[in-house]
């Protein structure tokens, strides 16, 4: 308890730009997975790509990053363990969040797309296994993290399938494609509006006075999606037929149309991925905050001040800008071939998955779920299309990413006791 009073200034600060440091590397890297597809499929820029991601990744962080931040920050360790010794819970949380924030780093200069949430959770499990005891690791929280990096994949690979396969039913393999891709199109706009309106009106008002009905949500989403549509509408208007293109690739008229709808992908994928890895960055701050502000006492529940949130968020916005380019090139153009019509399916196949994820507060890797979507994508037109080269190189960098992380976290674990005493 001492300690704490002591040196509470100087461990908030150090914290807040661990915390920080970690947020830049999720948006380095984890980021540049969520805009890859975008980019790779050439419907936005990467200019364009950054200022969706100012936006919704932000927003998403910041109205529906909450449920996610629970499991992070007390959900992985038994606080009870450490009520004698609160310091340990401090050293560990920032030495997780160094180690992560660290792994991000050089994973990001070599332009592997690795897992955030492995970084954090091999973290945290490495420092507690050492510092403190191997019962102090909630090793059924532990158990499902683990399992949902498995389903993650499979399940957003499943949906990206199922959505691309639905694209080539109604649009692709039909006798008029451009028809029909001005007619179906704006569905699939409404399924993202609705979707992104749903989770925000279910799970962000939770940081405000605001109370709906589940009923009252449904109806409220619904007109979102239908305002969304809308938009879509217009901006697909704008997409005037040119004949000419179709003589060197007969689906050149219809990817146009597509472009358009990946604007709004990109949104909700954004979207979807700040509301889940936010809380990489900034549950292991929100746990240090908390035992700083209440003295040194471990509390189970603990008001999570809105300022991590907006930390957490442009963190975020700061790594991509600067450094997120290499995963993009990664994501984008090295897995399969992707055109506008492959990336919507990969990228709402993902977002949909994340979305539920985060809503029901599994930490789940956006890397994985992502690659899994593009593999889905990849795969509907057959294994050929994938690049198996790069997909061994993406699994290993996996495999190294939790002993990585739980490595650096042990040896700043004891540099903070030994600094601190």
Known sequence: MSIIAEHANILLILACCFGLFMAWGVGANDVANAMGTSVGSKAITI??????????????????????TATIRKGIIDPAMLSDTPELLVYGMMSALLAAGTWLLIASLLGWPVSTTHSIVGAIVGFAVVGISVDAVNWSKVSTIVASWVVSPVLAGALSFALFKSVQKLILNTENP??????????????????????????????????LSFSDSIGIALLGGIATMLLGFVLISRVNHNPE??????????????????????????????????????????????????????LQKSVLPIWVLALGGGGIVLGLATYGFKV??????????????????????????????????????????????????????????????????????????????????????????GIFG
């Not at 950054?50 to 996610?68: N, P, Q, R, S």
């Open 47 to 68: 200019k364009q790509a950054i200022v969706i991601a100012m936006i919704f990744e932000f927003a998403g962080a910041y109205l529906a990053g909450g449920d996610v």
């Open 178 to 211: 451009y028809k029909n891709a001005k007619k179906f199109i704006p569905g699939y706009i409404f399924l993202v509006g609705f979707m992104i309106a749903m989770v925000t009106l279910t799970k962000g008002l939770k940081h405000t006075d605001i109370t």
């Open 245 to 298: 293109l179709e003589e060197q690739a007969r689906f050149a008229n219809v990817e146009r149309i597509f472009a358009v709808l990946m604007i709004f992908t990109a949104c909700s994928m954004a979207f979807a991925h700040g509301s889940n890895d936010v809380a990489n960055a900034i549950g292991p701050l929100a746990a240090i905050i908390s035992v700083i502000n209440s003295g040194g006492e471990i």
């Open 328 to 417: 993009i090139a990664t994501i984008g153009r090295k897995i399969t071939h992707l055109t506008p019509s492959r990336g919507f399916a990969a990228e709402m196949g993902a977002a949909a998955t994340v979305v539920i994820a985060s809503g029901t507060g599994l930490p789940i890797s956006t890397t994985h779920t992502l690659v899994g979507a593009v593999l889905g994508v990849g795969l509907a037109r057959g294994i050929s299309a994938l690049n198996m080269r790069m997909i061994r190189t993406i699994f290993a960098s996996w495999v190294i990413t939790l002993p990585a992380g739980a490595g650096l976290a042990i040896m700043f674990f004891f540099m903070f006791k």
